[in-house]
């Protein structure tokens, strides 16, 4: 058992305080995938129910909930067949009664969230669902169809009523229902049909509908006050509208799409936001519509709002659900805060800075922009400036500039030079799915877009076409476009005409005889510039001579998307790919492939190597979790007993110190230690030079790491919980050189819980 610090610890340990400060973490299971945000993923509705105030949170898979004030999130429900958004409601008489329409049906709960049952409604997608105070048995289900139930979701029938013929069967979409909170049987309901759209209103229960609009609204709103005021927005032609007679006339209040409308329920506030590009999108009403006030000024842009929520036991917080996570406010909208720990977002960029690894980027949904400064460990969520996008496609990093970010988007492309803090849009091209830098000179610049490839020499400032759709049709876009690092006059890119190749930097192209299918990835390997793979929905083929002829490259890979290829620059035989089905790998030069560890299933889209040492791995997930996941390929830990000490019950240790050109040692127990800490040292040279603390567990979790040490050695720690079978690889890197040899090193690792 160790007691207290020994005189030698605390003399290095304080010394090194007073020295520069680094912090080089690189954590994860032995080789098995570990996630840890970024949170912010697409929210489409909350509620609040349950008990204690509790909220619950619909996510594009499933629903979460948090017990503490949107601080913290974990999941209750999720639906591993579920391709799109969740929608959320509350029975008004029972609030431990929850209902979760997703894309494959309607989930109940009566007891909170512990347990949900899928009730027997044959839909293929739900966007509403509303329940009346006055008859909480009367669900409303709006999605592909328009549906109701009469006993709590027993049974279902369509709503028929006088809607057109085309509007009753599945080409009609129902993209909104709200009812009136006083008036028993009055329901609006927002329909899309194959010929015409509008808003329709019945004041019997559904017996009869009447139509009050000539547009299909997607947001709706009903003043819980004043039940006869309404607001629709959405993509009209209006803006935002108001009626103050139940639909029987509409003005336009508000000149925006207001995708997201909602009411006060106390003040009768209005709230309407739009996508968010900064600074404007997100209004108050104080006045029924009559003026408005900005008020997104702290939301970040390019944020798809999807609804509003408000505290019944705080009446001046108010939640906004939005493409970007929750985002919560305590002083009724004037300024936000992130509430989305838990919930992780839907990742399709990654990049990772080639000059500190530490730094890694992720791009996900409208705009949803993270960064690590800790090789994934925790992240930022970045609120860009001058960003006005519709989701990031690519992030590049310019190897000759680290601190200049590119990103791919619907809306064009754009940089940064400030590592995402701001962004300027270069040209005014649209739809940009990929950039390719010429590592001879980063000055040049390839794009892919919807209408072909383009280049600029001067940094992006001005673009010329170098290639062209072969015919008319608008669906000849260009995916991807890559210049072969070994030899950057080669260039690539893959459209829906085929697959192109030129060898004087775009000016001239030649297609190649790949016939496999449409292409989802292209890869130029960064040593042997002749070497090309080609992802498409089957297959993926490599080409070992420029493109001219290929070969199946898919022994062992799923059958299903091979979305990105990525080689090993320091090893070239060895590959990953990113599947529908997660990370896999070889290590023959694509002639084979096996799972980049087993229980790793998740859909990724992007995969990224640690530049430092490619062993990291960053892998960008969209599927049952998504957020950004991280392995690192290690080694066994050393021969020989692990450490145990009565300060960690349940937890064992073992630590292996390497000086450069010598042999590891590993690392022995101090007798001496301060309480609840395990102290190590290592002799390197025939002396102490390496002295290693651990200290936790923490409430969450986490452990902390301490080296201070006296020369320059790696320290590699290995964590296990033999109950659990839970472990941990923890690497500090050496002091680099030019630094002083005194220093300390800090860090910290979490286990799940127990």
Same mark, same amino acid.
């Given at each position: 058992m160790h007691r207290y610090l020994s005189g030698s610890w605390r003399v290095g340990a304080a010394v090194a305080f007073l020295s520069t400060l680094f912090a080089l973490p690189a954590s994860a299971g032995y080789s098995s995938w570990t996630s840890q945000g970024p949170y912010g993923g697409a929210v489409t509705s909350l509620v609040f129910g349950g008990s204690q105030g509790a909220l619950f949170a619909a996510v594009f898979n499933g629903v979460m909930k948090s017990v503490d004030g949107a601080r913290t999130w974990h999941r209750v429900l999720m639906d591993t067949l579920a391709s799109g958004p969740f929608y959320l409601a509350v029975d008004p008489a029972d609030p431990e009664t929850i209902y979760a329409g997703g894309r494959e049906g309607v989930y109940k709960t009566s007891d909170g969230g512990a347990t949900w049952s899928l009730l027997n409604l044959a839909i293929r997608g739900v966007d509403k669902i509303a329940i009346s105070p006055a008859a909480p048995n009367t669900i409303w289900v709006g999605g592909v169809g328009f549906f109701v139930s009469r006993d709590a979701g027993a049974s279902w029938s369509p709503v028929a009523g006088r809607f057109p013929e085309s509007w009753s069967g599945d080409t009609s979409v129902t993209w909104n229902v709200v009812v009136d909170p006083a008036r028993a049987g009055v329901v609006y309901a927002s329909i899309y049909g194959q010929h015409s759209a509008g808003l329709f209103k019945t004041v019997d229960d559904g017996a009869h509908w009447t139509q009050i609009l000539g547009e299909a609204p997607h947001a709706l709103a009903i003043d819980p006050v004043h039940p006869w005021k309404i607001y629709a927005g959405g993509n009209l032609r209006g803006g935002a509208l108001r009626s103050t007679d139940g639909g029987a006339t509409w003005t336009s209040v508000l000149a925006t799409n207001a995708w997201a409308l909602a009411v006060d329920p106390v003040t009768s506030a209005v709230y309407a936001a739009d996508i968010l590009w900064a600074p404007r999108g997100f209004y108050r009403s104080l006045d029924g519509g009559e003026t408005w006030a900005d008020m997104g000024s702290s939301l970040p842009s390019s944020t798809w709002p999807y609804d509003f929520a408000f505290d019944p036991h705080h009446p001046s917080t108010v939640y906004l659900t939005s493409s970007t996570g929750v985002w919560k406010s305590v002083d009724r909208g004037r300024s936000w805060v992130p509430s989305s720990s838990g919930i992780n977002a839907t990742i399709y960029a990654l990049a990772v800075d080639p000059s500190d690894a530490r730094i890694v980027y992720a791009g996900g949904d409208y705009g949803g922009l993270f960064r690590s400064t800790n090789r994934g460990e925790t992240w930022t969520t970045l609120i860009p400036k001058g960003l006005r996008i519709n989701g990031f496609s690519h992030l590049v990093i310019d190897p000759a500039t680290p601190s200049t970010l590119f990103a791919t988007t619907d809306a064009g492309l754009y940089q940064s030079l400030d590592r995402g803090e701001t962004w300027h849009r270069l040209g005014s091209l649209d739809y940009v799915y990929d950039v390719a830098l010429d590592p001879a000179n980063s000055s040049t610049l390839y794009v892919a877009t919807w209408y072909g490839a383009f280049r600029s020499v001067d940094g992006g400032k001005t673009w010329s076409s170098v290639w062209s759709p072969l015919g008319p049709d608008q669906s000849n876009w260009v995916y991807h476009v890559a210049v072969s690092p070994a030899r950057p006059?080669?260039?690539?890119?893959?459209?829906?005409? $085929?697959?192109?190749?030129?060898?004087?930097?775009?000016?001239?192209?030649?297609?190649?005889?790949?016939?496999? $299918?449409?292409?989802?990835?292209?890869?130029?390997?960064?040593?042997?510039?002749?070497?090309?793979?080609?992802?498409?929905?089957?297959?993926?083929?490599?080409?070992?001579? $420029? #493109? +001219?002829?290929? +070969?199946?490259?898919?022994?062992? &890979?799923? @059958?299903?998307?091979?979305?990105?290829?990525?080689?090993?620059?320091?090893?070239?035989?060895?590959?990953?790919?990113?599947?529908?089905? #997660?990370?896999?790998?070889?290590?023959?030069?694509?002639?084979?492939?096996?799972?980049?560890?087993?229980?790793?299933?998740?859909?990724?889209?992007?995969?990224?190597?640690?530049?430092?040492?490619? @062993?990291?791995?960053?892998?960008?997930?969209?599927?049952?979790?998504?957020?950004?996941?991280? &392995?690192?390929?290690?080694?066994?830990?050393?021969?020989?007993?692990? &450490?145990?000490?009565?300060?960690?019950?349940?937890?064992?240790?073992?630590? &292996?110190?390497?000086?450069?050109?010598?042999?590891?040692?590993?690392?022995?127990?101090?007798?001496?230690?301060i309480p609840h800490a395990l102290c190590v040292s290592g002799k390197v040279r025939h002396r102490t030079d390496v002295l290693l603390r651990v200290d936790g567990p923490q409430p969450d979790g986490s452990f902390s790491v301490t080296v201070a040490r006296l020369t320059h050695a790696q320290v590699e720690v290995w964590v296990e919980r033999p109950a659990t079978g839970d472990k941990r690889y923890y690497r500090l890197e050496a002091v680099p050189a030019g630094r002083s040899d005194t220093a300390v090193l800090t860090g910290r690792f979490a286990f799940p819980g127990p």
């Open positions: 006059s080669d260039v690539y890119l893959t459209s829906t005409s $085929g697959l192109f190749a030129s060898s004087d930097r775009g000016d001239t192209w030649t297609q190649l005889p790949y016939s496999n $299918g449409e292409t989802i990835g292209l890869t130029v390997d960064p040593v042997h510039p002749s070497t090309l793979y080609v992802g498409n929905q089957d297959s993926l083929s490599k080409s070992t001579d $420029g #493109g +001219l002829t290929w +070969l199946q490259a898919d022994s062992g &890979l799923p @059958t299903s998307d091979s979305m990105t290829v990525i080689i090993d620059p320091v090893r070239p035989q060895t590959a990953y790919c990113a599947t529908w089905l #997660g990370v896999f790998w070889s290590t023959d030069g694509a002639a084979t492939w096996r799972p980049l560890e087993s229980t790793f299933d998740e859909l990724v889209y992007a995969i990224a190597l640690d530049p430092s040492g490619p @062993t990291t791995l960053h892998a960008a997930s969209w599927g049952e979790r998504g957020g950004v996941f991280e &392995l690192t390929q290690i080694t066994p830990p050393p021969p020989g007993d692990f &450490l145990t000490t009565d300060a960690f019950p349940g937890f064992r240790f073992k630590v &292996l110190i390497t000086e450069p050109g010598q042999p590891g040692v590993v690392g022995r127990p101090e007798i001496n230690c």
